[in-house]
């Protein structure tokens, strides 16, 4: 069972108190407190170690259920009755030399395990230790009887725990002044360009300073993974040097970062004394999962530098929880935290952010595992690979310089500086506000330009000769006169209306791109081949909740439900919610659609729709009696952790690797086992990334067919791209028993070349 209480509400002093309560009424005889981490370990105990000597707390606790005052230690000493030992999850383990094995065996019954940030027990991660967390705890040696979980991000992915005893949310914590209130970034225009938002952040930064003057306000930067953070740290303080016209040492001096990484791993201890105003440290960066213990109070503003930083509501929760400690110097009135989210925030995440909140009402779509219901439930079998590095030579476009010459290179229009405006909106009061930005772009000479070309002229090879500047040939050892080479930048400007010798730096790196085709172009690089090992079975019943806020009904969202809902829904409070939802005459025509019992042959009790085709999918085709009668059962898949397919695609000049889950599955009525899996898109999407999906799609199912067939199992897997063009064709062939032969307008599309 888990206590949900919101970051900075008091977590460990309730830890702390439940920990005292059951020595002094002898309900346990010691008391074991795991965490994750060094950092919260140390925390803890200091917070406990201040706790048990509290004079208040003392006599707080009636005079026949005194005990004496526990000792507050870690598992390098005995623990003997009395005792509250704090340890980090790694340390519990046998290699580790811990007392925890011979200090528990056979005596877990009169332990009491208090667990502090819970949600990794259960949550995927990739530490290696973490993940023995609950089989540590379950574990028959020690027998423990007595455990709790805590935590402030009570999500598995995007689901709630469904065991949690008491819970006392961000909501309410920001709506009794617990804690900081929020402002995020509701429209911006510009977040997309690094350097527009690092000025709009630097303007935040150095307007909280003015606004919290007594203190030192801290601005932190989160990133998705260690490469970024490192690769943002870079950038961040080139721009600090230029912006701020200071030496690398003093911006160094302002900025710390804070990631697992070894040659970072002095720095964590450095965050405790980054609230000091003494301290020069002004600016923090962050790995998302580096978030937990700490207890900095002067964050006022949050930058999730990219959408994967905060794409779930554990992470939301737990970025969210690093700001929200109000300083005392700043109790009253309220102050606020602004969170310079990242631009997809007001399209996707708002919802996620709502409902971390507990601002909007929430409808549970989940599988039923008894009644009618049921027997839709199935299992697919899904691939297990193993991924192998290998090179492969690299290739790239050489400019026509000949063209070059007599055109020039095709610069952008531009403006040295220009005003730029974001518009934030309080999470609870609604209200918005605008803030002006005068932001100025980096600029480069022309000279700094041809200095830049000369200098890899000189360090790196050619791959060929190089013609077309004229009646000369010219090689590394003949480099191109430098006033050949000013003179098409001069016409490049000149083509594009730039007057004088300044070049913004998009401009720049454009003619320094195209000149640097002259190296040699030729490279390897390492790629990740992925062969297919074994197969798995996935089962539909292992598909988690899926939750969606009342509000987003009004807008994007869908519900489908049968004419039997009031039966199925075995929660109480969520039937009079879908009651209550039905009853509201201002939602959408879409948003209510009751599907015949016994055409709705899916597992789940409800389905949630988000998209106009999936929707005319759903409510025009897959539920119709005709087509319901040859399908066995469906499901909806959900986007994360249900049947995952990895894919690449090219975006830019970069290859991306993503999963994607597709949409629905259905499961034949037929003599043999059949299963097609549909990934539904709008009509004429031929976009690179669903290619990406359709060439690793294909390849999968293909291998898949093989090993099924290889092992003597008769399952066949069929995968389909479908738009609302494909829809009554695709019905049509399977009503028919032609699946075999169907080749959508979408399947065609994607395949072409």
Known sequence: ???????????????????????????????????????????LTEKF???????????????????????????NSTIIEGDICIENIHAV?????????????????????????????????????????????????YNFRYILGFTGTAYIDDEYFN???????????????????????????????????????????????????????????????????KNLYEDFIDFLCDFEQINREKAERKVLIVTSDKKHKANLKMLDFVDEKENSFEWIISVSMLTEGWDVKNVFQI?????????????????????????PEYSTPQPSVIVFNHDSWSKNIKSLVNEVLEIETKIISTVKFEGDRNKYNFSVKNLLYDKEEKEVNTESKQLNYKKSWNQGIKLKSQILSSKKETEYENLLTGKNTNIKYDIKLRTKTVDEVLDKIYHEFRLRDWETEILGLGDEVYSKDNLPPREKLKEIIKNSMQNAGIEGDILIEENANKIFTAFSTLFRSRSKTVINSIKSTDFIEVNTNDIRDETRGILSFRTDSMLFYSDRYKDEISNEEQREIIEKFLEDDNLPRKACNEINFFDFKTPLNLVISTRDPEYKFIKKYLTDNKNAQKIDAWIKSRDMGFYS?????????????????PDFILKLKSDEDIYVVIEIKDNKDDSAENKGKNRAAREHFKLLNEKLEASGIKEKYLFHFLSPNDYEIFFEYLRNDKLDTFVSELDNLLDEI
């Open 1 to 43: 069972m888990f206590d949900f209480l919101s970051t900075g509400t008091g977590k460990s002093y309730v830890i702390y108190g439940i920990a005292q309560i059951l020595l002094s009424e002898k309900l346990v005889k010691r008391v074991l407190v795991l965490c994750p981490s060094l950092t919260i370990e140390k925390g």
């Open 49 to 75: 170690e201040d706790l048990v000597s509290n004079p208040e707390l003392r006599n707080a606790i009636p005079e026949e259920s005194k005990n004496i005052l526990p000792r507050i230690i870690n598992a």
């Open 93 to 141: 383990y046998e290699s580790t030399g811990s007392s925890i094995k011979d200090s528990f065996k056979n005596g877990g019954e009169d332990t009491l395990v208090l667990n502090d940030e819970s949600h990794h027990i259960f949550n995927k991660t990739n530490e290696k230790d973490i993940k023995k967390w609950k089989a540590f705890l379950l574990n028959e040696t």
């Open 163 to 229: 065991d949690v005893i008491y819970r006392y949310s961000l909501r309410s914590a920001i709506d009794d002044k617990v804690v900081k209130s929020i402002d995020y970034v509701q429209k911006d225009d510009v977040s997309r360009d690094r350097e527009y938002k690092f000025q709009k952040i630097h303007k935040n930064h150095e307007n909280n300073k003015i606004k919290y003057s007594k203190i030192k306000p801290i601005s932190i930067l989160i990133t998705k993974d260690i490469r970024s953070a």
């Open 303 to 327: 930058v999730p530098w990219e959408d994967r930083a905060f794409n779930s509501k554990l992470l939301i929760a737990q970025v969210l929880g690093r700001g929200l400690r109000i300083p």
């Open 645 to 661: 397919i990895e894919y690449s695609y090219k975006m830019n000049s970069h290859t991306k690797i993503a999963n994607f889950n």
